[in-house]
């Protein structure tokens, strides 16, 4: 048991003194899932989408000087441009709206992963304390009855 997660995000670590509660299994189970872990790490990748849809590309701008070598008027040509992506300024709320809906998308399917895997380890902890029960009132009953 020593390679678990026994400290959750906000802190506090997880004792697992005998006998543990089941909130505290439950907590145990949800930390140390690697699937959860894999869609923790998803909500980094959503964040990223974030930060890089509230980001404007740079404008370019090109300069250019030539200058005419031949010829009776030799006078050099001298050029300059300034270029933006007039789509990104349009688009721009709408792909911040877009990737703020995708990190929530995936911060609820994380949340929703969690509440089924806290369900199924009290749900096991429950069928197991009542088959040690069960057990064990079965052998008393063996034994009474030899």
């Known amino acids: 048991m020593g390679a678990l997660n026994h400290r959750r995000p906000d802190g506090p670590v997880i004792g697992i003194a005998p006998p543990i509660p089941l909130r505290e299994l439950a907590a145990l189970a949800v930390l140390n899932d690697p699937d959860l872990v894999a869609a923790r790490m998803q909500h980094g990748v959503a964040e990223a989408g974030l930060l ?15 200058a005419l070598f031949s010829g009776p ?3 050099p040509a001298i050029s300059g441009s300034l270029a933006q992506d007039l789509s990104a300024l349009i688009t721009y709320r709408v792909n911040i709206a877009a990737a703020k809906a995708g990190l929530a998308a995936v911060d609820a399917g994380i949340v929703w992963q969690e509440w089924q895997l806290a369900g199924q380890a009290e749900a096991l902890c429950i069928a ?19």
């Open 73 to 75: 008027g030799s006078v």
């Open 52 to 66: 890089t849809a509230g980001r404007l590309p740079d404008p370019s701008i090109m300069a250019g000087f030539s």
């Open 128 to 146: 197991i304390d009542a088959d040690d029960k069960t057990l064990a009132s079965l052998a008393a009953a063996a034994i009474f009855n030899e």
